[in-house]
T-cell receptor, first 113, second 116 residues
Framework: AQSVSQHNHHVILSEAASLELGCNYS??????LFWYVQYPGQHLQLLLK??????LVKGIKGFEAEFIKSKFSFNLRKPSVQWSDTAEYFC???????????FGTGTRLQVFP | EAGVTQFPSHSVIEKGQTVTLRCDPI?????LYWYRRVMGKEIKFLLH????????ESGMPNNRFLAERTGGTYSTLKVQPAELEDSGVYFC??????????????FGPGTRLTVT
């Protein structure tokens, strides 16, 4: 069955700390991978996406993610977080021939000044 | 350009009542999706419209849920009769219909439904 796992449910960091949020997927066939973010009081917005090509994907606000096919992983990273990164982060998977997204349970990130 | 809008933002109803949620996609987006997040769980796909046609409704929980998209513009999701387990946040998303596939989905703010 198709699934996405996010192992960190709640992460607390101080400003300037480095961030890595884990995401593993189980998906048959060619997979498209996404990270979405939901800031407090706002709607889900796309941080970055991987369809093909360079496995290191750069997104908005200094975020990046690396697709490692052998590990079925698509971890999100940021070298130095800011208080404004406080939000909930969702990893999602889809495929070339269907737009249906499979989401992980989300990771709530709190950054303290 | 206006984003995806949803109405209402919050609805509180009693078990057994009917509620209708509305979604207005981004203008020109043929694809419209409904998702639901029950508290503490993942966001789950409900269904996908391409214009006015249901492309995939594999995620619809049961026949108490009815989604429509007459004319291929806005969509409604009706829950009748509502049950306690229907509580959650209902998200709508839309995307263009690009030949390359894997279309980026733009999400609305969600409707928080509470069934008491």
């Amino acid at each position: 069955a198709q699934s996405v796992s996010q192992h960190n449910h709640h992460v607390i960091l101080s400003e300037a700390a480095s961030l890595e949020l884990g995401c593993n997927y189980s998906y048959g066939g060619t997979v498209n991978l996404f990270w979405y973010v939901q800031y407090p009081g706002q709607h889900l917005q796309l941080l970055l996406k991987y369809f093909s090509g360079d496995p290191l994907v750069k997104g908005i606000k200094g975020f990046e993610a690396e697709f490692i096919k052998s590990k079925f992983s698509f971890n999100l990273r940021k070298p130095s977080v800011q208080w404004s990164d406080t939000a909930e982060y969702f990893c999602a998977a889809g495929s070339y021939n269907t737009d249906k997204l499979i989401f992980g349970t989300g990771t709530r990130l709190q950054v303290f000044p | 350009e206006a984003g995806v809008t949803q109405f209402p933002s919050h609805s509180v109803i009693e078990k057994g009542q009917t509620v209708t949620l509305r979604c207005d996609p981004i203008s020109g987006h043929d694809n419209l999706y409904w998702y639901r997040r029950v508290m503490g769980k993942e966001i789950k796909f409900l269904l996908h419209f391409v214009k006015e046609s249901k492309q995939d409704e594999s995620g619809m929980p049961n026949n108490r849920f009815l989604a429509e998209r007459t004319g291929g513009t806005y969509s409604t999701l009706k829950v009748q009769p509502a049950e306690l387990e229907d509580s959650g946040v209902y998200f709508c998303a839309s995307s263009q219909n690009l030949p390359s596939g894997g279309n980026e989905q733009y999400f609305g703010p969600g409707t928080r439904l509470t069934v008491t």
